[in-house]
């Protein structure tokens, strides 16, 4: 066997082992739970450059001989395999935009000849002083001032990591650029990190970081009466709480007259239930995670602390609009939970409930300005916008947002979409 040959059947080997692992990945085991994650994560969302990077290696491969033996003919056959599945992956990417239009029907418009602004980041703003710690968030907003009279949305971002790792340097950059660009000014806040804190810690942390942008609108040329909160993973969970606790003074500790409500609420791919009532994330992420370093507390013990810290415990007839966003493939937020939080809330809310569930998509899909994510994005704009135009026109007709039907058509007060 030349080396050529047994390089392509070496490729071909874990081309199809990386695709089987991206479309069905390991769930339940201990050590191999964390890199099947990765793995599948990256397949997924660097499909067209794994198409690429693989239809190099193999001509370059073939032109060294490597069809000169049996086994590089079937290293071949495997990659045409995998290569296959990586098409399909692409072509379900391709899918979130109709997806997603399907999502929104007709609630949304595509908001041609909008302004497209120049952008810049402003970083390192420290908004809060707390347990020693200064804490933290960035600015990406038009260059541009907003014209005379004008006030601008807001959109405060909250970064994922388990609530233990994370920065606000890493995540939701694509959202944040294409949201600063078409006039929104995007804020994007650090939290407190466990095991050093202790939920509802982080929720209280971001909660200031609202007040902070509420206290300086005047600074940054927004409207204070129309903030929007969007995160993903733990920051979507927190970013949910958010839009679930409004001015709850439980979590405003010295702030308990700060306006804490959001206008809008898009969680991406969000951890909706800390009591694992599903049995859909197993033992492992109460017993050695949940417990010991973000509750400090033993769910047999103390289960209203737990169901206190679940959105699905919380949901309300007073919630804001949501855009629930989460992929049916997702290994760290299982979808079950995502659909029963959809179902909950869109049963009892007076506000729009819209949800987009994504075919094949893993959890934290949007960390690369990938197919999906650039579909995705647009999807939120959309969202984000309509929510944006229906506030200003209630402004001005004295009439409050929240209340009006969700979706043309609705009997109720919100209704809930699902694809997928």
């Given at each position: 066997?030349?080396?050529?040959?047994?390089?392509?059947?070496?490729?071909g080997l874990i081309g199809a082992l990386l695709l089987a692992n991206a479309f069905v990945p390991v769930r339940r085991n201990?050590?191999?739970?964390?890199?099947?994650?990765?793995?599948?994560?990256?397949v997924l969302e660097l499909a067209?450059?794994?198409?690429?990077?693989?239809?190099?290696?193999?001509?370059?491969?073939?032109?060294?001989?490597?069809?000169?033996?049996?086994?590089?003919?079937?290293?071949?056959?495997?990659v045409a395999v995998a290569s296959s599945a990586l098409v399909i992956v692409v072509v379900r990417s391709w899918a979130a935009a109709g997806a997603a239009s399907a999502a929104l029907g007709d609630f949304a418009d595509d908001r041609p000849g909008r302004i497209r602004h120049k952008i810049a980041r402003t970083r390192n703003v420290a908004f809060s002083k707390v347990a020693g710690r200064v804490l933290k968030l960035d600015v990406l907003a038009p260059v541009a001032p907003p014209g005379e009279g004008e006030r601008r949305p807001a959109l405060l971002q909250i970064h994922g990591g388990a609530w233990v790792i994370g920065d606000k340097r890493e995540q939701a950059i694509p959202l944040l650029k294409a949201m600063a660009r078409d006039g929104w000014v995007c804020f994007n806040a650090n939290y407190r990190l466990s095991p050093g804190a202790t939920w509802p810690d982080h929720l209280v942390d971001v909660k200031q970081a609202l007040a902070f942008i509420r206290a300086h609108a005047d600074e940054y040329g927004i409207d204070p009466s129309f903030v929007a909160v969007t995160g993903g993973s733990a920051g979507g969970h927190i970013a949910t709480m958010m839009a679930l606790?409004?001015?709850?003074?439980?979590?405003?500790?010295?702030?308990?007259?700060?306006?804490?409500?959001v206008q809008a609420a898009v969680p991406f791919y969000a951890v909706f239930d800390l009591t694992d009532r599903n049995a859909a994330q197993g033992p492992e992420f109460l017993q050695r995670f949940l417990e010991p370093l973000v509750m400090k507390a033993f769910l047999a013990d103390e289960p209203e602390r737990f169901r206190e810290a679940s959105p699905l415990?919380?949901?309300?007839?007073?919630?804001?609009?949501?855009?629930v966003i989460h992929g049916d493939n997702d290994t760290l937020a299982p979808v079950v939970d995502a659909r029963m939080f959809v179902a909950e809330l869109g049963g009892v809310s007076q506000a729009p409930v819209v949800y987009l569930e994504l075919r094949g998509a893993q959890h934290a899909f949007d960390t690369f300005s990938s197919i999906r994510t650039r579909r995705v994005v647009r999807a939120?704009?959309?969202?984000?916008?309509?929510?944006?135009?229906?506030?200003?026109?209630?402004?001005?007709?004295?009439?409050?947002v929240v209340g009006e039907p969700a979706l043309p058509g609705s009997d109720e007060g919100a209704e809930v979409v699902a694809n997928g």
């Amino acid at each position: 066997m030349s080396l050529s040959s047994f390089l392509l059947l070496c490729l071909g080997l874990i081309g199809a082992l990386l695709l089987a692992n991206a479309f069905v990945p390991v769930r339940r085991n201990r050590v191999l739970f964390l890199p099947s994650f990765v793995a599948s994560w990256l397949v997924l969302e660097l499909a067209s450059l794994h198409l690429v990077l693989t239809a190099g290696l193999v001509a370059a491969f073939v032109w060294m001989g490597a069809l000169d033996t049996w086994a590089g003919w079937v290293g071949l056959v495997l990659v045409a395999v995998a290569s296959s599945a990586l098409v399909i992956v692409v072509v379900r990417s391709w899918a979130a935009a109709g997806a997603a239009s399907a999502a929104l029907g007709d609630f949304a418009d595509d908001r041609p000849g909008r302004i497209r602004h120049k952008i810049a980041r402003t970083r390192n703003v420290a908004f809060s002083k707390v347990a020693g710690r200064v804490l933290k968030l960035d600015v990406l907003a038009p260059v541009a001032p907003p014209g005379e009279g004008e006030r601008r949305p807001a959109l405060l971002q909250i970064h994922g990591g388990a609530w233990v790792i994370g920065d606000k340097r890493e995540q939701a950059i694509p959202l944040l650029k294409a949201m600063a660009r078409d006039g929104w000014v995007c804020f994007n806040a650090n939290y407190r990190l466990s095991p050093g804190a202790t939920w509802p810690d982080h929720l209280v942390d971001v909660k200031q970081a609202l007040a902070f942008i509420r206290a300086h609108a005047d600074e940054y040329g927004i409207d204070p009466s129309f903030v929007a909160v969007t995160g993903g993973s733990a920051g979507g969970h927190i970013a949910t709480m958010m839009a679930l606790t409004q001015n709850d003074p439980r979590y405003q500790p010295g702030f308990e007259d700060a306006d804490t409500s959001v206008q809008a609420a898009v969680p991406f791919y969000a951890v909706f239930d800390l009591t694992d009532r599903n049995a859909a994330q197993g033992p492992e992420f109460l017993q050695r995670f949940l417990e010991p370093l973000v509750m400090k507390a033993f769910l047999a013990d103390e289960p209203e602390r737990f169901r206190e810290a679940s959105p699905l415990d919380q949901v309300s007839a007073d919630a804001p609009p949501f855009f629930v966003i989460h992929g049916d493939n997702d290994t760290l937020a299982p979808v079950v939970d995502a659909r029963m939080f959809v179902a909950e809330l869109g049963g009892v809310s007076q506000a729009p409930v819209v949800y987009l569930e994504l075919r094949g998509a893993q959890h934290a899909f949007d960390t690369f300005s990938s197919i999906r994510t650039r579909r995705v994005v647009r999807a939120v704009d959309r969202f984000l916008a309509t929510m944006w135009a229906r506030h200003q026109a209630g402004r001005e007709a004295d009439v409050p947002v929240v209340g009006e039907p969700a979706l043309p058509g609705s009997d109720e007060g919100a209704e809930v979409v699902a694809n997928g």
